[in-house]
């Protein structure tokens, strides 16, 4: 089952996100909430850093990571 999330970023927080993200073995999507139809993988940090920060994004993910969730706790809108 699909999970989406809201969080919010900026280069700081980007980096940590995009760490958590890299140590999951399931596919994680980020895109912004407004301009869903460009979404990236969130475990490339170029990706990541080419969306707009100052909006906030959505998370989808199937799959579970206590570390991952961890994290998106931590950003959430």
Known sequence: ????????LNAE???IFVDA????DFDIDI?????RNY???AKSMLGVMG???SNPMVVTYDGNDEG???V???LAE
């Open 1 to 8: 089952m699909k999970v989406s999330k809201e969080i919010r």
């Open 13 to 15: 927080t980007a980096r």
């Open 21 to 24: 993200a890299s140590r999951c």
């Open 31 to 35: 895109a912004n909430r407004n301009a």
């Open 39 to 41: 979404t990236v993988d």
């Open 51 to 53: 969306l707009d920060m």
């Open 68 to 70: 991952f969730g961890k």
């Open 72 to 74: 998106l706790e931590s």
